[in-house]
């Protein structure tokens, strides 16, 4: 019966439209009790019926890179508290500015000469590369966590040597101790950062290590203004306290359990940093598939270690940045850091030069802060490019004014237009901070393979520190050799003159992942330029 009312309903079709054989079917699928309808009620159609189409829901449009992420305050309060220890390396740094002129008074306790000074402030720096290798090597061993947490001890032991401090010998073990910790938390830190957050937050968290520092530094110029170099010591001892409680309870990387094949472990903390807003096992499965692909497997000899340090993936950002830190510290940064009381002094700068430092630490983490939200939106080329240029040009301005106080002097004429000196130091801080002292930090956690992330990151800050002790040690002699107007001058003239390389060479790596990073520089891909415009932003 069925079969004939579907050929009786297709030749009546017929004589009104053409009709194929799908609309058969779907007139069948509309109306299927059709076949069991009673002989004696009869059918009568004219027209084909019409179709019975549903309104279709309207799906809620998710803004692209935005469905599935995690909890951005879980990321926030994790790196914060990771970067806790690099407030110290500010301190280190700073602490030289505010303590040698009191140190080198007839009326200190401690007396110093003038070369005793210079080993205090870079005795620090000389430290730090030791601790940067060790450090390296511990990450890959034993974690990100563990490694942060036993960077604390000598960091601890050196402020407390410090401020104890009887005689100059002292003074230097607790630099060197200072210097081995501000290594040792230096690359953790930020590799820790970028590794437990996600792309959108990755630039401005790997930022907070530069926050840190300034931070650190400011504590040192505003408690060394006003209190005794011990005291300011026995302070600073409290910081490496704090950041050991804090990271302690904190989970080790995603990415570092799941190189030591603990995939479970690798969950459980990825549910901590991330939330329940996050899909967790799209993230993990990512990491697995870019592990699996890759073959990355624990490093267990030598051989392997040295195998992959050579490796282009490596090699190559290990080259850029370490150039990169060159540059930036022969701008001149570290030495108006460290000696910021005798710079401006040298200056001519009319106003009392504790004040003038203290503002400068304030102007430095502020443009810190700023300089993290500019590189999530701005990217780390233009924000270099931009350091760059306005060091360089305001170590100039310096330069210049500096040689005609020292005609002036010679001629007794006093100084005129002492607003350029502040002027022009405050501008370099300023344009120091929003590239310089961000950029090539963050880049660290960024772009090195997950295998040797630990030990060539710890080679890297090694790299930076050695180019902060030269600079630091070499700034006394080279004001003898040529003057304080030509040490300025040189130090504007690397600038600009890196701005050429930093064109050349330096990698864009806004927005995207480790893995896409670490693809480009092993050669699997052949840009890291976005693919479209809704690419997430870092």
């Avoid at 010591?233 to 804090?246: F, N, Q």
């Avoid at 880049?443 to 295998?451: A, D, F, H, L, S």
Wanted: charged share 15%.
């Amino acid at each position: 019966m069925f079969k004939m009312f579907k050929h009786s309903k297709c030749s009546m079709l017929r004589c009104n439209v053409s009709r194929c054989s799908d609309d058969v079917r779907l007139y069948e699928d509309t109306f299927p009790n059709y076949g069991s309808m009673s002989e004696s009620k009869p059918f009568i159609q004219t027209s084909p019926p019409p179709l019975i189409t549903k309104t279709p829901i309207p799906v809620k449009k998710v803004k692209p890179g935005k469905e599935g992420r995690g909890k951005a305050f879980k990321q926030i309060v994790a790196a914060f508290v990771a970067n806790l220890g690099t407030i110290n390396t500010g301190m280190a740094f700073g602490f030289s500015a505010t303590a040698l002129p009191q140190l080198k008074s007839e009326t200190s306790s401690l007396h110093v000469t003038e070369n005793e000074a210079s080993w205090i402030a870079s005795l620090s720096s000389a430290g730090t590369p030791i601790g940067c290798i060790l450090s390296g090597y511990l990450m890959d061993a034993i974690g990100r966590r563990r490694t942060l947490i036993v960077s604390e001890v000598p960091l601890i032991i050196g402020w407390i040597l410090v401020a104890s401090a009887v005689n100059v010998p002292m003074m230097y073990v607790g630099r060197l101790l200072i210097g081995l910790g501000s290594g040792m938390v230096g690359a953790p830190a930020r590799v820790y950062t970028c590794e437990v957050s996600q792309p959108h937050l990755r630039g401005m968290l790997g930022a907070l290590a530069s926050v840190g520092v300034s931070t650190g530094v400011l504590i040192q110029y505003v408690i060394g203004s006003i209190t005794t170099w011990n005291v300011l010591a026995g302070v600073s001892a409290i910081v490496p306290i704090v950041s050991l409680l804090g990271m302690i309870l904190l989970p080790e990387t995603p990415n570092y359990l799941l190189t030591q094949d603990k995939k479970d472990k690798a969950e459980s903390s990825l549910a901590k940093l991330r939330g329940s807003t996050c899909n967790l096992q799209d993230e993990i499965d990512r990491m697995i598939t870019f592990k699996e692909k890759n073959h990355v497997e624990p490093l267990k000899t030598s051989k392997e270690i040295i195998k992959a340090l050579l490796s282009p993936s490596a090699l190559k950002p290990f080259g850029i940045l370490a150039l990169y830190f060159f540059i930036y510290q022969w701008c001149g940064v570290n030495t108006i850091t460290f000696y910021a009381v005798e710079v401006f002094e040298a200056s001519g700068a009319s106003l009392d030069k504790y004040y003038l430092t203290i503002s400068m630490g304030v102007l430095r983490v502020v443009f810190t802060v700023v300089g993290c939200i500019l590189c999530r939106r701005c990217g780390r080329r233009p924000l270099t490019f931009v350091s760059a240029f306005g060091c360089g040009s305001t170590m100039i301005i310096l330069s210049v004014y500096m040689y005609y106080v020292q005609y002036w002097n010679n001629n007794n004429i006093p100084p005129q237009h002492s607003w350029i000196p502040i002027a022009a130091i405050y501008l370099f801080t300023v344009f120091c901070t929003l590239g310089y002292l961000i950029v090539p930090w963050i880049m660290i956690g960024e772009v090195y393979p997950t295998q040797v992330r630990g030990i060539i990151g710890g080679m890297t800050t090694c790299a930076a520190h050695l180019s902060i002790f030269t600079v630091v040690k070499t700034f006394p002699y080279l004001k003898h050799a040529l003057n304080d107007y030509g040490t300025f001058g040189l130090y504007g003239a690397m600038s600009i003159a890196g701005m050429v390389f930093f064109y050349i060479f330096l990698p864009e790596t806004k927005g995207r992942t480790l893995q896409e990073i670490e693809d480009y520089f092993s050669g699997r891909t052949k840009t890291l330029k976005k693919v479209n415009a809704q690419t997430e932003t870092a």
